[in-house]
């Protein structure tokens, strides 16, 4: 094993400092080849978009580890190692991650879009709904009054703040503030905010 990569069959790709194998068929890998053509991304950039995604939605509790495991066996794949998908393993992959500045751009108006949705399924005005925020983002250790202008649409989002906003938790306050407020995983969100990180 190399330090520092993993193997699609003969494709070594460097992902992390850990070193990690994981053996997958050849037409799962040729499938992967061609999504990594049609969209213009090398084979390990859609890797990691692909596990990161995974992860958001693992964490979002869309699906979980043991679905996951139940789905591998009723299809007899065998796993080389079995994977933990904790919170904290989840936590540190996205600590220390870069963001695009359109990708931070992209992620402010997706958040202010379901923010405005959702306050009108609520039935509030945008002033009454911003008054339920302060205690949930202080519960995410976020800054109330950067959040606060971003949902309004007073201020654009930079990849730097992003990566200040996850910094030291490896969640992004403003998300886990949203998914609080709307009693939902807000998918569609956190794809975008996976989008924005630079790779």
């Known amino acids: 094993m190399i ?7 003969d ?7 850990a070193p990690l194998r994981i053996d997958i068929s050849s ?16 084979l390990q950039d859609l890797v990691q ?9 693992l964490q979002a509790g869309n699906i979980s580890s043991a679905s996951l495991v139940n789905e591998q066996q009723s299809l007899q794949i ?10 904290s393993q989840t936590n540190q992959g996205l600590s220390g991650k870069r963001f695009t500045d359109a990708g931070a751009k ?24 911003l008054k339920q925020l302060p205690d949930i983002v202080a519960k995410y250790q976020g800054d109330l009054d950067l959040i606060t202008q971003i949902l309004i649409g007073r201020h654009e989002l930079t990849g730097d703040e992003m990566v200040q906003a996850i910094h030291g938790t490896g969640n992004c306050p403003m998300m886990k503030a949203l998914q609080e407020w709307t009693g939902e995983p807000l998918a569609a969100l956190s794809k975008v905010f996976v989008d924005a990180i630079e790779i």
């Not at 065998?78 to 919170?87: E, I, N, Q, T, Y």
């Open 3 to 9: 330090q520092g990569y993993f193997v699609l069959n």
């Open 11 to 17: 494709t070594w790709l460097n992902l992390s400092k």
């Open 27 to 42: 037409d799962l890998l040729n499938s992967l080849k061609g999504h990594a053509i049609r969209s213009g991304l090398t």
């Open 49 to 57: 978009k692909i596990l990161l995604n995974g992860l958001f939605e």
């Open 78 to 87: 065998p796993l080389v190692d079995p994977v933990s998908f904790g919170m």
């Open 106 to 129: 992209a992620y402010a108006q997706a958040a202010r879009t379901e923010f405005q949705k959702h306050s009108a399924i609520k039935g509030l005005e945008l002033d009454l709904a």
